[in-house]
């Protein structure tokens, strides 16, 4: 039934905290009930009281956020488009700076590494996406461990191995990749790029690796399946809801869009506190609207990441897992296993493997890295089951602090199927878009070749336990605190310097 | 019998070396006598030779102070009030500056840890109270190894346990405790707000959380006492005088007003020597004061710290508590035990526990965290006796270093019934008062309900050793010094950088 | 039969794109067809198209690049010399300071050891020769650990030793050397000085020690013979090439010339990504030839280290050793050995010895130093052979990261016969020429005189196993990241300051 | 027979590199012949060309320096005192500007610590003094080590002792020592103080510590001696001399002086490369003599260190020995000793004590400290001759590295006797003459005071092993290098911060 739409003009009229409609995609919804609900806090809503809002929402929502989080009788229906009142959007000085450094971004050809990408995106990126993107739990230790963690490894090459032909192909999960790593799930793409996770998709299929969906993308589930290559792999990361319904009906869909594996985060039954994100909100925010905030009943200053993930349920159990079960037949794994004993307990009901990680160091601060973890998980499972990894029956996987494919090849060496890899991907499309993806993806090709040559691996499968020396993976090192007082009196040799002129530095 | 008032003009009029009458809360004393004997320095009792201290004395000296510390002959009784000559207070230049800064704290909103209150009480907080709230022994390196043993401990966390609902709360010598932490004995609240204690007496009845009150408190205890809500429960630190007749009317009284637990302080019979505190004090004296002081019988160099507790004896020992059980039936805990063997004396002797602390790194130097020894005292509990932790007839206490509930909560796996938070409190009350120590309640509570939920533990009993990984606890590396000449040399690593505009920082 | 010689104003039209001829050391080529397969670009070849190139081509280059590169019918003979048109050399004011610094080097005699050299040239010496000499592999991890190795063992000297006399002579695969180091073969000499790797030869000639010779220098092998003293020991260093002809070619006119041993280079089979000197590319480029060089087909962006070294055979493996037994009788020592196994293998096959060695961490960042992989193989070739060294029959060499006298020492100490020496040699010369490596050399005889006679050693075989406590080697100690909130509050220990008067530094 | 003196004018004619007569404390000598050979330059010498040269040679040479080092035909014999030329001494700017800091010195009572002595004397120390007495060797690793030591020994405390008096006084090889501790030799006080050791005399006698006078003093030795109090005990520091006459002739006088022990020095065969020291040098010369010098048969350019320790016999061995203890009754304890091979040596030899030293780490750069060395004695003394310490027959001391009372005491408890400490004394009296010294022992009296209090220790015979946790005192740890990129990237966690006004600091 065609519904008559709303005119613009009359939803002009409900410009403030008493009646409160704004215009997204085309629909209006009256969220003047909503308004002091709303995570962000009501002062970015009122800035588009009867006016379209879609701009400023759309990179920091999920696409069925405003529809799932309204009560059908505040869908008010559609717009007449052209009639609606555009805000203005005022360029800050501080923003066209920023689009300064964009336009100055270096060519692509002098991204080296992934650090590189990080390097601009800090420069180039909003300073909201930047917090959202880069920020982890609590002091961040974790964050940082489980890149640090790979450096406590060290290799052990073979010498005088024909490397002619070297192949750093593998399977995940049974389908092909032509890297031992796969993307793995980052919510919230477009607050980096207005193409969001869609950059990767093609940036995936381009360079032959697997992609996993986030439950908590900017783009739609089905916008990001439909872009994708025939033939392309595709798996989906799950948060599971509240209502179970409703995370049945995502899983079913999924499976029927072709999905291949499902991977259940279990590290989340609440997102961490992110202090960087919800810092970032204060300067977001007049004064006053803080104060109220800080005196009403719902807690809005925990940033994005708590904005977005109400719905996710803490009640969630291994029982559970049997229900998942009999929903799909999609392979399950968990994301999220961060101790030998629980891995175990995947294996014995029949999993289909786990991710060995800590959420990107954004949950439990102080939980170990995954690459150390799997190091526990390999031995146990040696010694309780006498299994060993590779293993098709039941993959490992380990993600975070993965900047080099050194850092990859140690997994491999170590046991992983594959490692995932989340931020460098979202800092390559934040700075250069799908080129970018593209571009960090050759890069750890170009790096898989030649360090699978100088550690004498003709292929994947050559790469083994005995060309990584892990003696030190679970040395927690923190150095006891300095003397200040015999530190500052010290004073540092010097070498020989150049007379008259000034050194270059 | 009523007491005939002096004069102010009477007391104006002895206001010199030779005679210096002073007046404090109303009443004259006589201290010509004690000027040479006063920790603090004659010159700043002089400033009020025949004049009003009250505003000078209160913040740095326990209510009582002037009481004990002159002879009887010399307390000349009550003063007329309005009689009194003021000292005018004269508002420097560096005050104003840091009035200004108190005037432009964030809002407290902004606050988002423990951390938070330290960064902002170090801008607003007099450097006098600053000096005496954060210095600590020597070169303080045992103050900051109590923070960097925490690090050296990472989680182990369980997932898919149901944590919809989690609770943190938990006994403490039998009283119920809305989280695994108290608040403990730390001296002279005035320094950092005009209220004291009493900030902490509030906000710990508004958390339902134990307060321990201090012998060296600013607010005399019945006022700290008085000052509590029904059924809120009080703690006592107790520094044991040279004259045990003081000690049990101390004692005597705490039980009388129904104080729960009496924590006797073992790791200070001596007050540790407290550099900063001390290099603080030059910067109030004149030259001639100070080389005067120098050559003096009384050495006053050597801060707040020890000007108050002179009273303390160094000759407290085992055989003691048998004399401490009979005078009182409160549980008796000491505080400041280092070593196993000295918590299995205690255990020995019957006592309800034991704090394993070293005073906040104030006292001795490298003595070790509190974190450490209580896997040494569990393990050795173990071992000698067949105990183990938590243990309702003997329990163990932590503190020092504190910052995060996940702090609290390894210590709490490791054994711990509670920890004791003391300096962040501090800095809480100094920067916004009682709502700042009700804000760091919250805070923690915040960060325990998540943890709890992160680490897969409903309940205080479902947090367990096994969840945390202590391999490294007592790793105490210090660094081997470095190669000052190698390292000049090494030209660091960059990264891509933009072209022509300059970086955001 | 006399060729006729080209003329210089013939040569001049060849001068575009279309049609490019260069002159180098007076000959002529056609380089039309190679513009876009050059390592180094098109544009450094264009801007001497028509014209001498010498000059520029020769620091960068191995005096056969250009013959053995381009096929015959492209070298078109002599030209005729003065009609050659020059090309100006613009100096900028970039390198007019660089050539100020460069006469403002301090007197030699103000260098006190080799990290003196490094300093100076980092001054003097051209970014781009810089930035191929101290470049190394990915984030340079092993490069540095390499020295930080040396910092991990630690002396246990004898007392009451005769040391009146002491004598750190030794012998290398027979031949006298006057210390237990050589100089260690490193690519390009050009760059840092005219004279390139002849200063090292008459250093070494005047100091009697053995220089190992490039296969990638810039001078010609038979230069760096001829101009040896009569009796002179030299070694050579070998990059197998994919066209064995011209190895063999290689090795038999080595031995008829008198080299004494044959170090084939394992390490290598592809050379490494030095991002340093990738990154310096980018400043010689404009814009337009980088872009055009990313969509090619040639990766022309990864620097000298790789346009140098493409004839590499990556297919060179264990089989092929016993040809190279059978084209020479020089002994074989394998350069680049990583772990014992290896080294083992060499030893059953009937090698004269290995360098363990990870090529100045030029190659597979996060392999071992060649220190630490002494350790292992010595105590594996005792526990699997009965064999220990210093060993004639099978020698040990080590290279990397060596400083001081005392590194050597370590190394001898642990069983190495002798220890390699490369960059500090290249900035000796880069900074002093000829005089820079003796003195050099003359400085680590002085460190020599010193140790020996402090470890209470007479002689080489004096410095033992037991003079050095390696209890530490294998500890690849990473400090857990910091608490950074934590540590910017913490208000450091002030010492003791002058009144009034600003302080010295 | 009393000698013709010669007149100033005659001696000012010899004022020429051809003939060169100086004047030192009333004597000429002519040093024509001697310029060449003079270890600190013929530049110095030329300066003071016939006029009287005490001022600027006393700090820098023992007294006996120049009698000794000219043959007795070069000794003129004395001089008319008032007709001396007298050399003009200009002050330069930054002598003044020096000498401004030294009247700035803060007062005594503001020194809280022997780090404080250190921060004033690099402020108001000469240039050439400071390099002398704070460098060492090589890149002075040893030299930090020495101190970084202590800081891997934590204390494990004992409580409820009653310390109301405590007692750390102790014997040293039989004599009554106030504190565990004596002034170890150091050379040159002058260069600090126009009194040199004689302050250090002055300040052991008022404190009741022992002052170990060294070989190289600049004070004669009888004036070191006669400045004694009655049954003041003093040690003696022997450098061996090639001449084991001039040897004899200091022992043999020493024991008649009443000297109670001689500790031969053993750890310096030849004195260490000091590479600040020697760098010092070539500001004082002007360029041409440095050239010339480095082209001259005598190498003049290694600092203060090593001009004054030519006669040091390289050949002194254990042999030798037994020589000594023919010659002399006194006590000989080995200083220098750095294995415990070489310590139980010592003992089997019958001596008396070792002092595990390594020099200050001016000597052996990568020596072990010798807190470290202490334990692996211990250890094996009880191992392989069953003796435990501290041990009356043989006595072992540490020296090096030692600031604070803390560390001797945690030297005590690991079996010392008592521990040497030199720098900080240099300090000291450089900064405040006798008083500063006094003061300095003061500090650490106080130290020992509060510490003993807190270890729970009444006398230092209750400082035994189990007071301390050594368990990582071979750690020698030195961190692996770290990844530049990923730590550049990384942006710090931020606080909060005050709104609109500046911050403190």
Redesign the interface.
């Known amino acids: 039934m065609s519904q008559k739409k709303l005119s613009g003009v009359e939803v002009a009229q409900h410009n403030t905290r008493e009646s409160c409609w704004i215009v997204v995609h085309g629909n209006v919804y009256d969220v003047t009930d909503f308004l002091d609900d709303h995570p962000g806090g009501s002062k970015i809503i009122l800035k588009y009281a009867g006016k379209d809002a879609t701009q400023e929402y759309d990179p920091i929502h999920p696409p069925d956020a405003i529809t799932t989080n309204l009560p059908p009788e505040k869908h008010l229906g559609p717009v007449e488009p052209d009639t609606v009142e555009k805000v203005e959007i005022v360029i800050t000085d501080e923003e066209k700076a920023r689009q ?2 964009m336009s ?10 992934l ?2 990408f ?3 995106a ?2 180039v990126m909003t300073d909201k996406a930047w917090a959202y993107y ?1 920020s982890a739990a ?4 974790t ?3 489980n ?2 963690a790979y ?14 032909k070297v192949d750093w192909s593998t399977t995940i999960l049974g389908h092909k990749s032509s890297m031992p790593l796969y993307i793995t799930a980052t919510a919230l793409g477009k607050l980096g790029h207005p193409d969001g996770e869609l950059t990767l998709t093609r940036a995936a299929a381009k360079n032959g690796v697997i992609q996993m969906i986030p439950t908590l993308a900017s783009c739609s589930f089905d916008e990001i399946v439909d872009s994708a290559e025939p033939g392309q792999v595709q798996l989906l990361q799950l948060y599971v809801n509240k209502d179970r319904a409703i995370t049945q009906r995502i899983v079913q869909h999924a499976e029927e869009r072709g999905i291949k594996g499902l991977f259940i985060t ?2 989340a ?2 997102l ?2 992110r ?2 994100d ?2 970032m909100k ?1 300067t977001d925010e007049d ?1 006053s609207e ?2 109220q ?2 005196t009403g009943s719902v807690d809005r ?1 925990q940033g994005a990441a708590r904005a977005i993930s109400s719905f996710i ?6 029982a ?2 049997d229900w998942f079960k009999s929903i799909t037949k999609m392979p399950l794994i ?1 994301k ?4 030998w ?2 891995a175990l307990k995947a294996y014995d009901l029949g999993l289909a493997g786990v991710v060995l990680s800590n959420h990107g160091g954004r ?6 890295s995954g690459i150390e973890v799997l190091v526990e998980v390999v031995y146990k499972f040696k010694e309780t089951r006498g299994i060993t990894f590779p293993n098709e029956r039941f993959q490992l996987f380990v993600d975070g602090g993965v ?2 494919a ?1 850092d990859v090849l ?1 997994a491999v060496a170590l046991g992983a199927t594959a490692v995932g890899i989340g931020r460098p991907f979202l800092y390559a499309f934040s700075t250069y878009g799908t080129e970018g993806a593209d571009k960090a993806l050759k890069i750890l090709n ?2 898989f ?3 699978m ?3 004498g691996a003709p292929t994947i499968k050559d790469v083994t336990p005995d060309m990584v ?1 892990i ?2 993976i ?13 530190d ?14 000034k ?2 530095l």
């Open positions: 300064e450094r100055n971004r270096p060519p692509l050809d002098e991204i080296l590494n650090h590189d990080e390097a601009i800090k420069q880069s609590d002091d961040e230790i964050n940082r461990e890149h640090a450096h406590r490894i060290w290799f052990r090459p073979k010498i005088l191995i024909d490397v002619t279990v590290d039954p609440q961490g506190r202090e960087k919800m810092r204060f004064p803080v104060k905030a800080g200053s349920d803490p009640g969630l159990k291994w559970d897992l968990l999220g296993v961060q101790r004993e629980d949950q439990l601060d102080f939980a170990r900047r080099r050194t140690k170009d790096e070749e030649m360090n040559r100088l550690l020396d003696s030190n679970s040395s927690h090192v923190g150095a006891v605190p300095g003397d200040r007082l015999y500052s009196n010290y004073e540092s040799m010097q070498h020989a310097r150049l007379r008259e002129v050194s270059k």
